[in-house]
C-alpha cells in the first residue's frame, strides 16, 4: 500500500463498527469513515454517526448526500422501465448499494487513499457490488474486508469490542431494517423461512390512516412533478411527499423472494408506498399513451436493466444504452392518474392526458368504428389468417 489511508463504507452497525476498531488496532491503519445518504438519514442519525465514528477511533468522518444523483441517475429509469423484480420488488437496496459503493471509491481517490474497506459477510449480495464498484474505479485500491475474511460471528465482533472498552448495547433487534429513498427492507426471523409472513409490528410504519382518499398524481414525461395541487421543485420531494401520504395506509408492503447474486434463493420483507403506486400509475398512463410495440420492448429491456442493477452491473455501458432507450419513450408520458387510498391497498382510477390514444375520434372500442369500414375489416382478418390456413391446410394433407 502506498500510505496507510483507507475509506470504510460506515453504517454504524455492529459490523462496520468492528471494522472501524479492527483495522485501526490491528492493521494501523488510518480509517475515514464514509456514510452515503440514500434517503435514508436524518440530520440526527448523521450526527449519531459522526459521533460513533470519531469515538470508534476513526481519523474523520464524511457524509455524502447521494439523494438528488441516486434519482438522477438510477430511480428515474427504475420508473421509466416500471422495473419490479421478479414482479414484486422495487430494487430498494439493491440500487442504493451501488450509490454507495460509486461514492465510497471516488472519495477514497478524493483523499488519495490507498485503500477501500467494507462491512459485508461472505453470504450475500452487497459483497458482490461493493466489490465490482471498487475494481472497476478503484484502479489500483486495495479492498478489505474483515468481517468476510476473518469469517466473524455476531458475538466474536462484540466480545473484541467489549474487550477494547466499547460497551454499547449491541442487542440484536428482531428486525434488520434498510431505509432509502426508494423503499425500505425489513429482515427478520420470518424470512429466513419460506411460510411464514411478518407480523405487523415489523414493518417501520404502523398504520394509522384509515380513512380513503383520491390522489392525483401528475407526471411529465415520465417523472412525477405534481400531487394534487401541489407542484414539487424536484422528482425527490414528490417522492417523499407521496410516501408520507400513502405509507400509514400500510401500502407498499410485502415480501420479495428472489435469485442472489451468489446463486442461492432469498427473502426479503420490504415496506415501498411511493415507489409501488409511483410505478403501477406511470404503467397505466403508459398503456394509454403508447404504442403497444413501444411497451413491448420497454419491457424486455426493462427487465434486463433491473437484473444488471441488481447484480452490481450497474457501471456496465450497455446500461447507458438502455437509459438512453427508456429516457426517449417518455415524451408523451404526461399526464394525471388518479389513484385511490385504502388501507393495505390503493386502486388506480383512471387517467387524463392530451397523449392519450384512447381518442374517441377513431371510435369506442366494441361499440363504434370511425376510422375504418367492416368491409375493411374483412379483408384485414382474411390477409392475417393466410399464413395459419395455410398451415393448417398442408398438414391436413399429411
Not at 425500505?184 to 390512516?209: C, F, N, R
Request: net charge negative; with cysteine.
Amino acid at each position: 500500500m502506498k500510505n496507510n489511508k483507507v475509506v470504510l463504507a460506515f453504517s454504524g452497525g455492529l459490523d462496520t463498527s468492528f471494522c472501524v476498531q479492527y483495522l485501526t488496532r490491528e492493521k494501523g491503519l488510518e480509517v475515514h469513515a464514509l456514510t452515503v445518504n440514500t434517503g435514508g438519514f436524518s440530520p440526527e442519525d448523521v450526527a449519531h454517526l459522526e459521533a460513533r465514528a470519531l469515538q470508534l477511533g476513526a481519523k474523520s468522518f464524511q457524509v455524502v448526500d447521494a439523494v438528488t444523483d441516486f434519482y438522477e441517475q438510477c430511480v428515474r429509469y427504475l420508473i421509466f422501465g416500471n422495473v419490479l423484480r421478479n414482479n414484486t420488488y422495487p430494487l430498494s437496496v439493491s440500487a442504493e448499494r451501488m450509490f454507495q459503493a460509486l461514492e465510497t471509491a471516488r472519495y477514497a481517490k478524493h483523499i488519495d487513499a490507498a485503500a477501500v474497506a467494507h462491512g459485508s459477510t461472505g453470504a450475500g449480495n452487497d459483497q458482490v457490488r461493493f466489490d465490482l464498484a471498487f475494481h472497476i474505479l478503484g484502479e489500483e485500491l486495495e479492498i478489505i474486508t474483515p468481517i468476510r475474511d476473518l469469517k466473524l460471528a455476531r458475538q466474536e465482533e462484540i466480545d473484541y469490542l467489549q474487550k477494547h472498552g466499547i460497551n454499547w448495547s449491541w442487542e440484536k433487534a428482531k428486525y434488520s431494517i434498510n431505509k432509502g429513498l426508494w423503499g425500505t427492507s425489513v429482515g427478520g426471523v420470518e424470512t429466513l423461512t419460506s411460510d411464514q409472513a411478518l407480523p405487523e409490528g415489523a414493518y417501520p410504519t404502523p398504520v394509522s390512516e384509515t380513512t380513503p382518499q383520491v390522489v392525483s398524481l401528475h407526471f411529465e414525461q415520465g417523472e412525477l412533478k405534481g400531487i394534487n395541487d401541489q407542484v414539487f421543485g424536484h422528482p425527490v420531494a414528490a417522492i417523499q411527499a407521496l410516501e408520507k401520504i400513502a405509507a400509514p395506509y400500510g401500502i407498499g408492503r410485502d415480501i420479495h423472494v428472489g435469485d442472489t447474486i451468489i446463486g442461492i434463493k432469498g427473502r426479503v420483507g420490504f415496506e415501498a408506498a411511493a415507489p409501488l403506486i409511483i410505478l403501477k400509475a406511470h404503467h397505466l398512463l403508459e398503456k394509454h399513451v403508447l404504442t403497444k410495440w413501444q411497451q413491448y420492448w420497454k419491457d424486455q429491456l426493462a427487465n434486463w436493466y433491473g437484473m444488471l442493477l441488481h447484480e452490481g452491473q450497474f457501471l456496465e455501458p450497455v446500461m447507458r444504452n438502455i437509459e438512453h432507450f427508456l429516457q426517449d419513450t417518455q415524451q408523451s408520458v404526461t399526464g394525471k392518474v388518479g389513484v385511490q387510498l385504502r388501507p393495505y391497498h390503493f386502486d388506480l382510477q383512471g387517467i387524463e392526458s392530451p397523449f392519450d390514444l384512447m381518442n374517441s375520434a377513431f371510435g369506442h372500442y366494441g361499440e363504434m368504428n370511425k376510422g375504418w369500414s367492416g368491409d375493411d375489416v374483412k379483408g384485414f382478418t382474411k390477409i392475417l389468417g393466410n399464413q395459419s390456413k395455410i398451415f393448417f391446410a398442408v398438414h391436413d394433407q399429411q
